[in-house]
């Protein structure tokens, strides 16, 4: 086996000379130390896990771990590191460069000529621009390195796909309060004593964690530094650690599936569900300006006029919360909220855009019917021009029943109205309209 470098080992990072005697942070100290002190991620690592079946066949590839802050990403790329026989190669992209990933490359590439192999970790992988991710690609195809990436965003979205096809992506799940409750307990049990809260306190401070694990024990740190043996309710709880503020990334993947759960939950008339999204969407500290946009947008798409209102109520809270900013413009988002998940539903106007660019495209430059054109020119009224237009005011009904598409192009049926709210008004007015139409044209047959 050749020598590992300084600073690196086939477990981790090395310590120095006093490093044991150095205060330890309790996350750290509670690190597991195989798989089965790993909480929350049975899915992967538990007897029928994928990750597991793959170290029990010992058949390692390289992989992406993707999942959210305290989730146990880091650890458990280290206990793969430990258990795979391979020097451990630890990485973060927020620290690292061009110059960093070549001489780790250069490493592996003289231990596998001494039949050795490398792990490569590298954290915050994302952070990475596509030219530093395609660096990966030759020496993770030939085998000289595996590498774990770990990422708390979309890979997706985040890493090139050539990469993406070379490894494995697995999915960690954000803690649940069962897994944090195990965590408490085992800090406890290292601590050999009890967190100075009660019951209810021990929940509010799981959901104070909002899934990461690390944070969690973070606050427990603090809870067991207080030096009291007083039992702490909620409120005495809120007063001595702070809420952890939730995952919420303006630009990225959080922003992107917040907003989706928010349109959805409207399109689903779900209105309590509607304003919780609202509700998580600003206190993630997403621009207010964001969601009016998008609930307009909401308003034309979902709603259009089976309720002709829902626009009127979008725009007008849109304007109001520009009028009078945070936090009182934000009851007007709210309200439209309400109103827009509580409308009928009907995306008839969308389909039919969609319907008409398409044919739009299919039909390309065809003409308009002359007898709809106007003629300003003695030239143009001798080229038919406006010949034979039916005023539709002077009709006995208002209606005249003419074509209005190309005269080599057939009749073509884009908006469909559905049985809901407004919209039932319109659909009877186009089948009455329809009625008249077959009767224009088979009074003209005869």
């Given amino acids: 086996m050749a020598t590992p470098p300084p600073g690196v080992s086939g477990g981790g990072l090395s310590g120095g000379l006093f490093e044991a005697d150095a205060p330890r942070p309790l996350a750290d100290r509670l690190r597991p130390k195989d798989l089965t002190e790993v909480y929350g991620q049975d899915h992967l690592i538990g007897p029928q896990g994928s990750l597991r079946r793959m170290l029990d066949n010992k058949r390692l590839t390289s992989m992406i771990l993707w999942g959210g802050p305290g989730c146990g990403k880091t650890t458990l790329a280290r206990l793969i590191a430990e258990g795979s026989g391979l020097v451990f190669e630890p990485l973060s992209a927020v620290f690292s460069g ?3 990933l070549r001489k780790v490359f250069d490493r592996a590439l003289s231990r596998r000529q001494a039949g050795q192999g490398t792990l490569l970790f590298v954290d915050e992988i994302h952070r990475f621009n596509r030219a530093q991710q395609d660096g990966f690609l ?3 195809e030939d085998g000289t390195i595996i590498l774990i990436g770990a990422t708390t965003e979309n890979p997706s979205f985040e890493l090139n796909a050539a990469l993406l096809s070379r490894c494995q992506v697995f999915v960690l799940n954000r803690l649940d309060e069962a897994a944090m409750r195990e965590m408490l ?3 406890e049990e290292t601590e050999g004593r009890s967190l100075p809260i009660d019951d209810d306190a021990r929940t509010a401070l799981i959901a104070m964690a909002d899934g990461d694990g690390r944070y969690l024990l973070n606050m427990a740190e603090a809870l067991f530094a207080l030096g009291t043996t007083e039992k702490l309710t909620p409120k005495g709880l809120a007063g001595v650690v702070q809420k952890r503020l939730p995952v919420y990334d303006k630009h990225q993947d959080s922003h992107f599936n917040l907003i ?3 349109h ?11 304003l919780y999204w609202f509700a998580r969407i600003l206190e993630g500290g997403e621009d207010p300006l964001y969601v009016a946009r998008r609930l307009a947008r909401f308003a034309y798409e979902d709603i259009g006029l089976a309720d002709p209102q829902a626009a009127h109520q979008a725009l007008m809270a849109w304007d109001t919360y520009e009028r009078l900013g945070s936090p009182e413009g934000e009851l007007a988002l709210a309200q439209a909220v309400i109103y827009l998940a509580t409308a009928p539903k009907s995306n008839a106007a969308y389909t039919a855009y969609k319907a008409a660019r398409r044919t739009a495209k299919e039909t390309g430059s065809l003409m308009p019917p002359k007898h709809i054109l106007n003629a300003p020119t003695s ?3 001798d080229q038919g021009y406006g ?3 039916a005023y539709d005011h002077d009709a006995p009904d208002g209606f005249s029943g003419q074509n209005y598409f190309p005269e080599s192009m057939s009749r073509v049926s884009l908006y469909q109205p559905v049985e809901r709210g407004f919209e039932r008004e319109i659909k009877k007015r186009l089948e009455y309209w329809d009625g008249l139409r077959r009767k224009r044209r088979e009074t003209d047959t005869d």
Avoid at 264 to 271: E, N, V
């Fill in 264 to 274: 959805k939950s409207l399109r689903g008339s779900d209105c309590d569900g509607a």
């Fill in 260 to 262: 989706s759960a928010l």
């Fill in 387 to 389: 010949k034979g237009y």
């Fill in 138 to 140: 030759p020496v993770v």
């Fill in 98 to 100: 061009v110059a960093d």
């Fill in 379 to 381: 030239m143009m009224k």
């Fill in 185 to 187: 307990l085992r800090a």
